[in-house]
């Protein structure tokens, strides 16, 4: 089993930062991708940023070039560095990890409890 562990949300104003870290622990051998996904208030769960395992990113268009994606595998923790904030970012922020069995015959998804981020205009 893997637990993923989510921390650094919190209440900021607008044109602020905040810095989520997750870190996974459990019955791990190798992580692939890490990622980012946000759910606002009657809204649907969206994909904000994703990582590799090699370090290639993605993002949603919504925050290029205010938010950061990265990861420590030596630590199986993923980090996501928010800047200029802004209210329409506010939303219940989950970790998730595709975590491959071992051998490596399956890939099973995990995510975190989700962490509350809450941009004040």
């Known amino acids: 089993q893997v637990q993923l562990v989510e921390s650094g949300g919190g209440l900021v104003q607008a044109g602020g930062s905040l810095r989520l870290s997750c870190a996974a622990s459990?019955?791990?051998?190798?992580?692939?991708?890490m990622g980012w996904y946000r759910q606002a208030p009657g809204k649907q769960r969206e994909l904000v940023a994703v990582?590799?395992?090699?370090?290639?990113?993605n993002y949603a268009d919504s925050v290029k070039g205010r938010f950061t994606i990265s990861r420590d595998n030596a630590k199986n923790t993923v980090y996501l560095q928010m800047n200029s904030l802004n209210p329409e970012d506010t939303a219940v922020y989950y970790c998730n990890a595709e975590v491959p069995s071992h051998p490596p015959s399956s890939v099973s998804d995990y995510w975190g409890q989700g962490t509350q981020v809450t941009v004040s205009s």
């Open positions: 459990g019955s791990i051998f190798s992580i692939n991708a």
């Open positions: 990582i590799t395992s090699g370090g290639s990113t």
